[in-house]
């Protein structure tokens, strides 16, 4: 028997996937983040209600300043989670791909609970395998790519465990 998240995330996401919700969600969703992440002092997230979310901590490959990014996350089954720099199918690739590609050292957040993560760029080889797990937890979430006329950076973010005598 399906759970309730389950049910919402059927009716949701076709919804996600309408010229609409393409064109309000990089409008409206991280404002809405934003309030609700000082509301509940970081401990809600709305993206999370619906999607396996983390915050990607990366340093800007420009600038040099620690970004913060929500991003939907897939588990890999191995400890580590897969994201896709699917940025709501436009057309070009969110800032935060070229920050992991400049500085593949991050961290990120999940539930609260921060962790340094090392981050490597899947290779064309490995993509459709992780599209495939990525589509068992949210199904049709590829035609973001193919809507976007780019092929969707998509990257392996791996824990590292810091030495003992470490700060």
Same mark, same amino acid.
């Given at each position: 028997? &399906?759970?309730? #998240?389950?049910? !919402?995330?059927?009716?949701?996401?076709? $919804?996600? %996937?309408? =010229?609409?919700?393409?064109?309000?969600? &990089?409008?409206? #969703?991280?404002? !809405?983040?934003?309030?609700?992440?000082? $509301?509940? %002092?970081? =401990?809600?997230?709305?993206?999370?209600?619906?999607?396996?979310?983390?915050?990607?901590?990366?340093?800007?490959?420009?600038?040099?300043?620690? =970004?913060?990014?929500?991003?939907?996350?897939?588990?890999?089954?191995?400890?580590?989670?897969?994201?896709?720099?699917?940025?709501?199918?436009?057309?070009?690739?969110?800032?935060?791909?070229?920050?992991?590609?400049?500085?593949?050292?991050?961290?990120?957040?999940?539930?609260?609970?921060?962790?340094?993560?090392?981050?490597?760029?899947?290779?064309?080889?490995?993509?459709?395998?992780?599209?495939?797990?990525?589509?068992?937890?949210?199904?049709?979430?590829?035609?973001?790519?193919?809507?976007?006329?780019?092929?969707?950076?998509?990257?392996?973010?791996?824990?590292?465990?810091?030495?003992?005598?470490?700060?």
């Amino acid at each position: 028997m &399906p759970t309730a #998240l389950q049910i !919402v995330r059927s009716l949701v996401a076709p $919804l996600t %996937r309408t =010229r609409l919700f393409r064109w309000l969600g &990089p409008r409206v #969703l991280p404002p !809405v983040e934003r309030v609700l992440k000082w $509301l509940s %002092r970081g =401990r809600v997230q709305l993206s999370g209600l619906l999607v396996p979310s983390l915050v990607l901590h990366s340093i800007g490959a420009k600038s040099g300043i620690e =970004r913060d990014t929500i991003l939907m996350y897939t588990a890999d089954g191995h400890g580590r989670a897969i994201v896709a720099g699917t940025s709501f199918a436009r057309t070009g690739h969110p800032a935060w791909t070229y920050n992991l590609m400049a500085h593949p050292d991050a961290a990120i957040s999940v539930r609260g609970n921060r962790m340094q993560v090392q981050a490597r760029r899947l290779s064309p080889a490995e993509c459709d395998a992780a599209w495939h797990i990525i589509e068992r937890q949210w199904p049709g979430y590829r035609s973001y790519e193919r809507d976007s006329g780019r092929t969707v950076r998509l990257f392996l973010l791996q824990p590292v465990r810091r030495p003992a005598n470490s700060p």
